[in-house]
C-alpha cells in the first residue's frame, strides 16, 4: 500500500495569504496519478486536483497542483473566506486507493 | 446533474449487519467503476471497496476484506454494500463515489454522495 503523508497537520493563515499543502508517497505515483480534495464541516469531499495538476471543473485558478514522483504540493493563492477547510490527497496510481491524512487550513 | 444519493445507514449492535444502498443518475453508470469510502467521526478517508463499470471485479481494504460485499445493479442504477460482523471500528460515514474515467481505467473520485451514516453500537 502506497502510504501518503501531508503536512502540516494544521496551518493557520489569514484571508489574502498564500497556503502549501504537501503530500509525500511512500512510493512512487506514477503518471502523476495525485488528486487533491477539499473537505468542509458537514460535506462530501469536493475534487479540486487530478493529474497532480489540472483542475477539475468548476475550480477556480487560485487553487494549483503540482510535483510528481514522491513528492506534490497543493497551493491556494489568495484565501478567500470559503477556503477554510481540510485538504486530502488521494493516489490512484496502484493498489488500493490511499488518502493522506489530511491537512487544515484555519483562520 | 450528477447525483448520488446514499440510503440504509442506521445505528446496528456489535456482530450485526447492514446494507447500504446508493442511487444513482445523471450519467451512464454502466460506464463507470463505483467505490465507497468511509469517514470515522472527525477522522481522516478511507478507501472501503469498489466494484467495476461491468461488475466483474470487486476489491475491498483489507480492514473489511470477508466481512463487506460490494454489488451494483444496473437495471436501478444502484450501488449497494452489504456489512456483516460489524464492529465499533466500523462506525463512521460512508459515502459512495464515481470514478472519474470511464471503463475501469484508474482513477480519481469526480463526484460524491453525501453519505450515510452507520453506528455500531450496543
Known amino acids: 500500500e502506497n502510504v501518503l503523508t501531508q503536512s502540516p497537520g494544521t496551518v493557520s493563515l489569514s484571508p489574502g495569504e498564500r497556503a502549501t499543502l504537501s503530500c509525500r508517497a511512500s512510493?512512487?505515483?506514477?503518471?502523476?496519478?495525485l488528486a487533491w480534495y477539499q473537505q468542509k464541516p458537514g460535506q462530501a469531499p469536493r475534487l479540486l486536483i487530478y493529474g497532480a495538476s489540472t483542475r477539475a471543473t468548476g475550480i477556480p485558478d487560485r487553487f494549483s497542483g503540482s510535483g510528481s514522483g514522491t513528492d506534490f504540493t497543493l497551493t491556494i493563492n489568495g484565501l478567500e473566506p470559503e477556503d477554510f477547510a481540510v485538504y486530502y490527497c488521494?493516489?490512484?496510481?496502484?493498489?488500493?486507493?490511499?488518502f493522506g491524512q489530511g491537512t487544515r487550513v484555519e483562520i | 446533474e450528477v447525483q448520488l444519493v446514499e440510503s440504509g445507514g442506521v445505528v446496528v449492535p456489535p456482530g450485526g449487519s447492514v446494507r447500504l444502498s446508493c442511487a444513482v443518475s445523471?450519467?451512464?453508470?454502466?460506464?463507470?467503476?463505483m467505490h465507497w469510502v468511509r469517514q470515522i467521526t472527525g477522522k481522516g478517508l478511507e478507501w472501503v471497496s469498489l466494484?467495476?463499470?461491468?461488475?466483474?471485479?470487486?476489491y475491498y481494504a483489507d480492514s473489511v476484506k470477508g466481512r463487506f460485499t460490494v454489488s451494483r445493479d444496473s437495471s436501478k442504477n444502484s450501488l449497494y454494500m452489504e456489512m456483516n460482523s460489524l464492529t465499533s471500528d466500523d462506525s463512521g460515514l460512508y459515502f459512495c463515489a464515481k470514478d472519474g474515467r470511464g471503463f475501469g481505467e484508474l482513477s480519481y473520485f469526480d463526484f460524491w454522495g453525501q453519505g450515510a451514516l452507520v453506528t455500531v453500537s450496543s
Open positions: 512510493r512512487t505515483v506514477s503518471s502523476s496519478s
Open positions: 488521494q493516489q490512484y496510481s496502484s493498489g488500493p486507493r490511499t
Open positions: 445523471g450519467f451512464t453508470f454502466d460506464h463507470y467503476t
Open positions: 466494484v467495476s463499470w461491468d461488475g466483474g471485479s470487486t
